[in-house]
C-alpha cells in the first residue's frame, strides 16, 4: 500500500486504501487500473451533474479568463448575478446571500447571524443530523460524528425522533425565549433519509413563531433539485427564515456554499454590524460554477426530472427488498434520494462490501446505520440508473448467497 503525505478524511490513517483517480465521465470514475465504477451517490451527493459536464466547464473556464480572484467586498457580475438568482429561487422575502467555501461553514455563519439578531446562544437540533464538520456545525451534528470532539460550541440541545410534540416540549423546557434557532435538513439525508411526517414542518414552524426563533433549513444535501424540487421545504409547505445551501449549488465543480436570508432577518444588519467573513467570500470561480450549474439545471430540466424518476429509483430498490427480504426493507425517498435498510450479521457485511466493489458501483452504505443510500446524478440516463441498480441487486444477492 502506498503511503500518501496527507490525511484521509473520518478514518484512522492505516485503515484506509485510497483509489487513485484517473478520469471521471459523467457518472462514472475510471481508476488509474482502467477500472469503471458507476457513481449511484453523486461522490459525497454533491455530483448532481456528474463529471465533465461541457456548460460548467465551459463557465469555469470563461471566468478564469475574466476575474479569477477579487477581494470580499468587491462587487463583479458572477457574484450579483449569482445573488439574484439564488433570491430569485427562494420564497418571496428572501433579501440577502451571505457566501462561505462549504456547507459547515454556510451553518456555521447562519448560527452567528442566528445570534447576532435574536441575541440568544441556544440552538435546537436533532440526534439523527449532520451539519458539518467544524465546530459551530459539528455541535449541531446530532450523530457519531461530534462526541468526539465535545465540548464543541456550548447551547445546542438535541432532540430525539420524528415526533414534533418533542420539539414543541424541548422549547418550552429550555425556557421560552432562550432558543436563537432550530436547524433542521429538510430530510435527514446521511443519517437515513428520514421522511418528516407531515405536520413536523408546520408545527416546527408554529412553535418558533410562538417563541421568535429562527428556523433555518440546511438544504445541503437536499438542495437544487435532489427531492424533485429545487430546495426540499417545499414539499412542507413552511417557509424558513434562512436557507443554507452547498454541494449541488455548483454540482460540485468549485468550492462555494450561502446562506440565504429572509429580509426580517437580513434587515438587523442594515445598521448592525455583521461580525461574519471571509478571504474567499464569493470567490469568482465558485460564483460562476454555481450560476452554471442552477442554469444547466433549468435547461436540462433537472427539477422535473428527479421528480419523475423516483418511482425509478425507489422500484429498484422495491424489487431488491422483494427478493431479499430477510436483509433489505424499508424503501423511502423523495426525487432522487433513496434509502433501504440492510440488516445482516457480521460475515453478511464482510461479505457484501467486497461483492459491491466487484460491481464497481458507489453508494452510501453504512454498516453502523444499516442503511443503503441511493443519490444519482440528476442527469444520469435511466439505463444507466438501472444498470446501478441491478449491480447492487447482484451484489446482494451474492453476499446473501455466499453465506
Ligand atoms: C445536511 C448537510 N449539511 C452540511 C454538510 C456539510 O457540508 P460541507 O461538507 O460542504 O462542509 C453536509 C455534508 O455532508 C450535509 O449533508
Redesign the pocket.
Known sequence: MTVRDYFYTWNAQAAVEGSELAFGEGAELVMRDGTRWLDMGSL??QASLGQGHASMRGAIAAQTNRLCLAPPNADFAAKSDLAAKLLSLAPEGYSKVFFTL????A?ENAMKIARLVTGRIKFLSRYRS????TLG?LALTGDYRRPPLEPAVPGVVHILGDDPGVLEATMVLEGPGSIAAVFM?PIP??NGVIIPRKDYWPRMRAACDAHETLLVA?E??TGFGRTGRCFGFEHEGVVPDMITV??ALTAGYAPL?AVLVHERVAQHFEHEVLYAGLTNYAHPIGCAAALAALTVYEEEGLYARAAQLESTLQGGLEDICKAHPAVASRVRGRGLLAAIDISGDQSFWERLLPRLAAQRVLLHISERRGTAILAPALNMSEQQMSDGLGRIASAITEATVGG
Not at 130 to 133: I, L, Q, S, V
Open positions: 459525497s451527493y462549504g456547507g459547515a461553514e451553518n449532520y451539519h458539518g464538520a456545525a435538513e439525508g446521511a440546511d445541503v444535501l452547498a454541494k456554499g
